[in-house]
């Protein structure tokens, strides 16, 4: 196993492209969308209603130094248009030898 950084980003839809682009600007391979994530927060209830206008979550598998990178690309992104970022620490399993 190989100790990572775990980040799960609620983001809208409409951001997607925009994260995407840092995420490759800043090198990090390995993630995972989940579209039309729905839930509750400080903004109300948000479920997808139009195609394109829902949350998508992103989970983000990467070392400490893009983890840090990742944060502050999206940081201006979720205060603009809010959304979610949680980072913890985790184990990758790693499968090839």
Do not use: F
Request: charged share 30%; hydrophobic share 40%; glycine share 10%.
């Amino acid at each position: 196993m190989k100790p990572v950084k775990r980040i799960e980003i609620v983001i809208e839809e409409i951001e997607l492209e925009n994260v995407i682009r840092e995420l490759d600007r800043i090198g990090v391979v390995g993630y995972t969308i989940v579209p039309r994530a729905g839930g509750r927060g400080e903004r109300g209830v948000r479920y997808e209603s139009v195609q394109g206008l829902g949350n998508v979550l992103m989970t983000i598998a990467c070392d400490e130094r893009q983890a840090n990178q990742v944060i502050e690309a999206i940081r201006p992104i979720l205060k603009r248009y809010g959304g979610v970022c949680l980072v913890s620490d985790a184990m990758w399993v790693v499968h090839d030898s």
